[in-house]
């Protein structure tokens, strides 16, 4: 176990930054550097800086690449030109997700998928088990680092060291250019809610670009952010984490995330169970619970409906920026906006109300 | 960070022991483990606790700890301050971030817990 489990490139700064560090997913991770408020506020007022090399990084390349891709997710990757970024859910043949993935257009037929690392094995075996021997696939998460640069001032801290205009590049794309004298895939993503890029780049580089962008941000005030502060980021923002609101048994029209589902391509794996469900309708649905007492809800709580059990809590946890205790939680599809519910935290049943997601919107007045 | 003259216990709590009521909190190096503390959990004043029992929860932005009482005893008072102000935990653990004051049942129960000296050395073993 302990020798099994992987470091990024960045390990040895990340204890020496005194990070304190966690297995998540199989990997060796910071979940904070000095205190998770702190680095929550620095990305949500000034910039922070991730390490998430731990992300899973498969191509798919080759004349059967778009089929295949096509197949796996239920976004529509045909209107795509080189240069874009595509979120979708990638679905089994019930719809339930086996895992939410981005995906970056390399080539008319040369693909990236980037995938959480806690499935990224089995989105391999996944991957390939769909491939009718038309498409080279390669996992190429081991020659891949990938550093997060977040919050309202990444434009300024990124901008001097850039090889390219990063003002230029907009929401979703990416470009192949140099960051502090390196190589990299740059893109204009992130899971904070705030503006930002990720920076994909050869480990042996990582270090490097990691010290120089430290080292530029110094004056817009930049902490290195643990995935402590992550998780509360992607919270407010209510941007899904596999394995909470997403699962094998959870479908995207359930987790509210229709958008990225395009019943009317031809085909893609769970297309059936998808069209048959948003023909009849959904059980369940994704909804925002705000708190009306103390107490914070976790993963698991029951959500109470007219004193029965009818839902569960995904996530929830106090948020720094908008100062009160939110969750997600599967709900029945009757329960409206403003409705009255309670959580039951250890056993005491708490009043909470429910509200839009997200929490918290990047120039929103919540 | 380890005050002299109270006593610890290995779940990292402290207590204060002043005639037959001791004020318990959680110490500085648990408080660090824990992170910032957003809410918490204190018991009815009255009610009754074993030694190595729970008696409330802490919880940080990332999860929620239990907090054990050091000695066997009824709570006689909590600190009404914390529930709007749960950073104080981490800001004056053995001062204004006190969580319970309990009367002892038996004071014979303190021989149990750790004089600072071997607090520090528990903490130093953990390897921080």
């Known amino acids: ?366 | 960070m380890v005050p002299e003259g109270l006593l610890y216990s290995e779940d990292h709590e402290w207590i204060k022991v002043g005639g037959k009521t001791g004020r318990v909190g959680i110490t500085h190096h648990a408080q660090e483990a824990l992170g910032s503390v957003v809410f918490v959990e204190l018991p009815e004043v009255g009610s009754r606790v074993a030694a190595g029992e729970a008696l409330g929860v802490l919880e940080s932005v990332k999860a929620a700890s239990d907090y054990y009482s050091p000695v066997s005893g009824a709570v006689v008072a909590v600190n009404e301050e914390l529930p709007d102000s749960p950073n104080l935990i981490n800001e004056e653990p053995y001062d204004r971030g006190w969580l319970v004051e309990l009367e002892l049942d038996d004071p014979a129960q303190l021989d149990k817990l750790l004089t600072a000296e071997k607090y520090i050395e528990l903490i130093s073993a953990d390897g921080k």
């Open chain 1, 1 to 366: 176990m302990e020798e099994n489990i992987k470091k990024t490139p960045l390990y040895q700064l990340h204890l020496a930054a005194g990070a304190k560090m966690i297995d998540f997913g199989g990997w060796l991770m910071p979940v904070q550097y000095r205190d998770i408020l702190e680095e929550h506020r620095c990305v949500r007022e000034r910039v922070g800086l991730f390490d998430v090399s731990h992300m899973g990084e498969i191509t798919v390349s080759g004349p059967g690449a778009q089929r295949l891709v096509q197949q796996l997710i239920t976004n529509d990757i045909a209107p795509m030109d080189d240069g874009r970024v595509l979120y979708s859910p990638m679905c089994n043949n019930a719809g339930g997700v086996v895992d939410d993935i981005l995906v970056y257009r390399l080539l008319a037929d040369s693909y990236m998928l980037v995938v959480n690392a806690a499935n990224a094995a089995k989105d391999l075996a996944w991957v390939r088990e769909h491939n009718r021997g038309d498409a080279d696939i390669t996992d190429v998460s081991g020659e891949t680092a990938l550093l997060a640069l977040q919050g309202p001032r990444a434009l300024d801290v990124l901008r001097p060291l850039a090889g390219f205009d990063p003002e230029a590049l907009k929401y979703y794309r990416f470009l192949n250019g140099e960051v502090a004298g390196k190589r990299c895939l740059v893109s204009r993503t992130g899971y904070t809610g705030e503006d930002g890029f990720e920076l994909y780049i050869d480990p042996d580089h990582a270090a490097r670009v990691w010290q120089a962008i430290m080292e530029e941000g110094g004056i817009h005030g930049i902490m290195p952010v643990g995935l402590g502060a992550r998780d509360t980021l992607r919270f407010e923002a209510a941007l899904p984490l596999y394995g909470h609101e997403l699962d094998e048994d959870i479908t995207p029209l359930e987790a509210g995330l229709g958008r990225f589902v395009r019943l009317r391509k031809d085909f893609f794996n769970g297309i059936q169970a998808l069209r048959d469900q948003s023909r009849q309708g959904l059980s369940r649905r994704l909804a925002g619970l705000s708190m009306e007492e103390r107490g914070i809800p976790r993963a698991g709580y029951p959500v109470i409906i007219e004193g029965r059990r009818q839902g569960r809590v995904t996530s929830g946890t106090h948020c720094p920026t908008l100062g009160g205790s939110f969750a997600m939680a599967y709900v029945p599809p009757e329960v409206r906006e403003g409705d009255g519910v309670e959580i039951s935290i250890r056993g005491k049943n708490c009043k909470a109300r429910v509200v839009s997601l997200p929490f918290f919107k990047k120039g929103g007045n919540k």
